[in-house]
């Protein structure tokens, strides 16, 4: 992971060193070179999406799945959305990595649906970049109706910052979506500048509690009010809620008596491939029908 490494270092001393003018022409030069590296994994097609489960409470079965991005680096392995995702967004490829997300990702609802034709919600990530381009919706729609995926089996995550950053036009967009077919959610609720009373004036389908809020409970008396409080004021506003982080039996109980819809966790199961998450997929078939059977 060398020129990862050295990418993290250099940005973690970003204010000591822009004084060294030197050192700031190796940062440029390394840079350069790491994008020209992305641009290329882009036209290879070196990323591919792992899925992490989406559990309801109430039945206890997957729901549906959150794709999350994954550089398959020939050389260094499998690389996580923090070590490239702001620069994709910077260097400004990150509108056609996630065009390359949603094809993968339709393919693969194809291939759920061969084995729960019912399946659930697929959820991708948006970037601020990537909501804010007029053509993104457009894009989005002719790659849904190559693969003929319905709008129906896709959610968007959007970020309250996103939102907040211009609402006037992120209402727009939001609109755009909700028009075309699609859900929204908001992503990592509770760490932004938004609060309850925008959320009431969004088109929006759900809120996911971010996993910092969800980490201390139920030990942590503030974090679960918090959590408790979300939950019953988003229902009120008749929208779903995801618990994301869920690593423990205990946050699972209180989730359960806040009565939270859905949650996304370790507990459960971390971001898988694709091929694991269809042999999920298939084991929770065949169980329910056994269940039938007897
Ligand atoms: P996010 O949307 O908040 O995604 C949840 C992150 O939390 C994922 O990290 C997931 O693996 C991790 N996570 C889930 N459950 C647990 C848990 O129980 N404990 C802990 N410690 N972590 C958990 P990941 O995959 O590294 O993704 C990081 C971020 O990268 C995502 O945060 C999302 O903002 C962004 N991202 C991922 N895929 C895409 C994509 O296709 N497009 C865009 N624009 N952004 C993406
Ligand atoms: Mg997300
Ligand atoms: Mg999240
Ligand atoms: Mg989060």
């Keep these: 992971n060398a020129d990862i490494a050295m990418y993290r270092a250099k940005n973690k001393g970003k204010d000591n060193y822009q004084f060294y003018a030197s050192e700031m022409n190796i940062h440029t030069i390394e840079r350069l070179a790491f994008e020209a590296r992305l641009r290329k994994a882009l036209e290879r097609r070196e990323f ?9 409470l109430t039945t206890g079965k997957i729901v549906g799945a959150e794709a999350l991005v994954r550089w398959s680096h020939p050389e260094q392995g499998i690389l996580y959305p923090n070590d490239f995702i702001m620069l994709a967004e910077e260097a400004g490829l990150i509108g056609r990595m996630g065009m390359l997300v949603l094809d993968i990702v339709c393919k693969d609802i194809l291939s759920f649906r061969q084995i729960d034709g019912q399946f659930g919600r697929i959820a991708i990530n948006l970037s601020g970049s990537q909501f804010n381009d007029h053509q993104l919706l457009e894009e989005i729609r002719s790659v849904i109706d190559f693969w003929r995926v319905p709008p129906s089996a896709i959610e968007f995550e959007i970020t309250e910052s996103m939102v907040m950053h211009n609402r006037e036009q992120a209402m727009v967009l939001m609109d755009g979506f909700k028009d075309a077919g699609f859900s929204l959610s908001i992503d990592d609720f509770g760490t932004g500048y ?101």
């Design 194 to 294: 938004s609060s309850l009373s925008y959320l009431k004036r969004f088109p929006v389908d759900s809120v996911k509690i971010d996993r910092s809020f969800i980490k201390d409970i139920p030990a942590d008396p503030n974090d679960t009010a918090i959590v408790q409080a979300i939950i019953v004021m988003a229902h009120t506003l008749g929208l779903k809620v995801i618990a994301e982080g869920v690593d423990a039996a205990d946050q699972l109980v209180s989730l359960t008596n806040f009565s939270c819809d859905e949650y996304q966790g370790f507990y459960f199961s971390k971001a898988v491939p694709v091929k694991e998450f269809l042999h999920l997929l298939q084991t929770q078939m065949t169980n329910a029908k056994s269940v039938l059977a007897h």
């Design 48 to 56: 591919v999406v792992y899925y992490q489960p989406k559990i309801s």
